[in-house]
């Protein structure tokens, strides 16, 4: 899995941990979801379309289904990713940053 991190704290808080509003339509399962997508290819199409996540860092993790559950949730490549309460606490270690190219 991959996701884009600033590498701060946060980069491991869901929408809903962090009290973020997002769209009313979105219910509090997602909100409470990290999104992620599952290749390096699509993270990096992701980050280059949209200016803001230019900045931030690539991040990888060699999850497992103990870890919990992913799901595709909209389009080029997102996913959610759903950790167990166990791994929450830890989440940061889980990942670690991809060297730049």
Not at 29 to 35: E, I, K, P, V
Request: aromatic fraction near 6%; charge should be neutral; charged fraction near 30%.
């Amino acid at each position: 899995m991959f996701r884009l991190v600033k590498g701060v704290p946060e980069d491991w808080q869901s929408h809903l941990q962090r009290d973020i509003q997002d769209d009313p339509d979105v219910s509090d399962c997602h909100r409470a979801a990290l999104s992620c997508s599952r290749t390096l290819e699509d993270i990096k199409e992701l980050q280059s379309a949209i200016p803001w996540l230019r900045r931030r860092r690539i991040a990888r993790a060699d999850l497992e289904p103990k870890h919990g559950k992913i799901l595709e949730t909209g389009g080029a490549g997102h996913h959610s990713l759903w950790l167990k309460a166990q791994y929450h606490q830890n989440c940061g270690t889980l990942f670690v940053t991809v060297p730049d190219e």
